[in-house]
């Protein structure tokens, strides 16, 4: 594994650079990192892909915004552009988680040219509710905890879980696993504070004007509320052609497997590379 720093315009994004074949390119969510994608599986290297992840700006290793409110999806979607330039890179399967999935959509309807698919991983952004008060104030909250008490703030300021109980110590352990990697966690804080009302397309219909094969992968709002399986099915409607995949009752969700994402990201290289 190659570790990268791309040049982002005034910031620098950190990523890594690995294996060869088929380009594929990661996406994380808000307050993750690189890592939380495929959730550390090689499984892509394995079976022949070159694999590129960075952490977005302010997240991870990667530099803060030049200022507090430059995380809006026109800021992610410019770095997404840089890293594949930077990388040499004029089209890529591109795998993307939350504010990672909508940062592809934002490439997608700017620049399809640089797209040969989409694997969207648990989208959440509706823009019918986009500005609404209680949903930004929750945010809102949320990068307050965090600026004032780390990581157990943000825990704090969340609150427990709305999941069932089975679930509860697993998604605290990835919280706080999560949110320590942030070497700039002001740079995380803003992040929160400007994503949530940021805008990477203005409605669902939009959506029909992407051409490249999609795979939406929607979880059950039971082990994972946070980000509707509504959206991914509505987003999977508006798409011309979206596969859309759900998790098995009863069953771990997809998103949180990083071999099941990995062999169904690799499924979609492979008919990608075929075409």
Do not use: C
Not at 20 to 42: C, F, N
Not at 59 to 67: E, F, I, R
Not at 99 to 109: D, P, R, S, V, Y
Not at 181 to 207: K, M, N, Y
Request: net charge negative.
């Amino acid at each position: 594994m190659a570790e990268m720093v791309v040049d982002g315009g005034g910031l620098e994004l950190a990523g890594d650079d690995s294996g060869e074949g088929v380009p594929v390119v990661l996406l994380h969510g808000l307050t993750a990192t690189r890592r939380y994608v495929v959730m550390g599986s090689r499984a892509l290297e394995r079976s022949g892909h070159r694999v590129i992840a960075y952490d977005a700006r302010g997240h991870g290793s990667s530099s803060p915004a030049p200022s507090r409110d430059a995380y809006t999806y026109d800021d992610l979607g410019r770095d997404l552009i840089a890293v594949l330039d930077d990388r040499g890179i004029d089209r890529a399967v591109m795998a993307g988680a939350s504010m990672g999935a909508h940062t592809l959509l934002w490439l997608a309807l700017r620049a399809p040219d640089r797209v040969g698919a989409l694997v969207l991983i648990t989208p959440a952004y509706d823009p019918a509710v986009n500005e609404d008060e209680g949903r930004l104030a929750r945010w809102d909250a949320l990068a307050d905890g965090f600026e004032q008490g780390g990581v157990e703030g943000f825990i704090a300021a969340q609150g427990r879980p709305d999941v069932p109980e089975a679930w509860q110590e697993t998604v605290l352990k990835v919280t706080r696993q999560r949110l320590s990697q942030h070497e700039h966690p002001q740079a995380v804080a803003d992040a929160l504070r400007a994503v949530p009302r940021s805008r990477p397309f203005g409605t669902i219909d939009e959506l029909g004007a992407i051409s490249a094969p999609v795979v939406v992968v929607a979880s059950a709002d039971e082990p994972d509320p946070g980000h509707p399986q509504a959206v991914g099915k509505a987003y999977a409607a508006a798409i011309p052609g979206a596969r859309l995949v759900l998790d098995e009752p009863g069953r771990s969700p997809i998103a949180w497997q990083g071999s099941q994402l990995s062999k169904l990201i690799a499924e979609v290289a492979r008919e990608v590379d075929a075409r």
